[in-house]
């Protein structure tokens, strides 16, 4: 993108020659000026960019799959402060493509999930285990949340676990 002289040359004669008169009237004027040959490559490059989205969307649209859950909560009752409580979300791939669960995440660390390692084939189910393990004081009712993550839309889904949690007598 070379610029003549001759432009630049012109560009500041035409700024000095109206700013006087911008100045009386205290309005600010700003022009952009762009030859045929800059707006053609900007086209071009929007163009690509665009192109490149759609191609983006494209795949990510055909790597996703669905998935459904057995339960989305589960309540473990009446239960002892620092004891593991157990329970397990199956979660069954709905979709056409292989279901790649990329993350389970807890809300608090009295909560440990455990995800499937391998992608679950369409049709097929794995679990996702879940412990809960309430630490000294954390009494009274409890309730947790559990988020898998996954290639599916939408992408996230919340899991709920609760329980009502009694003082330790020893």
Do not use: W
Request: aromatic share 6%; hydrophobic share 30%; proline share 4%.
């Amino acid at each position: 993108m070379k610029i003549s002289y001759f432009f630049i040359s012109f560009l500041l004669l035409a700024s000095c020659g109206t700013e006087s008169s911008q100045k009386e009237k205290g309005e600010v004027i700003s022009t952009v000026v762009a030859n045929d040959e800059n707006e053609a490559e900007l086209k071009k490059d929007l163009s690509d960019v665009e192109k490149e989205e759609t191609k983006r969307l494209a795949d990510e649209a055909n790597n996703v799959t669905s998935m459904s859950f057995d339960k989305l909560n589960h309540d473990f009752g009446n239960v002892k402060e620092e004891t593991d409580n157990k329970t397990v979300f199956y979660v069954t791939n709905t979709g056409k493509k292989p279901l790649i669960i990329e993350s389970v995440s807890a809300s608090c660390g009295c909560t440990t999930p455990t995800k499937p390692e391998q992608a679950i084939q369409p049709g097929k189910k794995d679990k996702i285990e879940v412990i809960f393990h309430p630490k000294p004081g954390q009494l009274k009712e409890q309730n947790k949340t559990v988020t898998v993550t996954a290639n599916t839309e939408p992408k996230m889904v919340v899991l709920n676990v609760k329980a009502f949690v009694e003082e330790k007598k020893n």
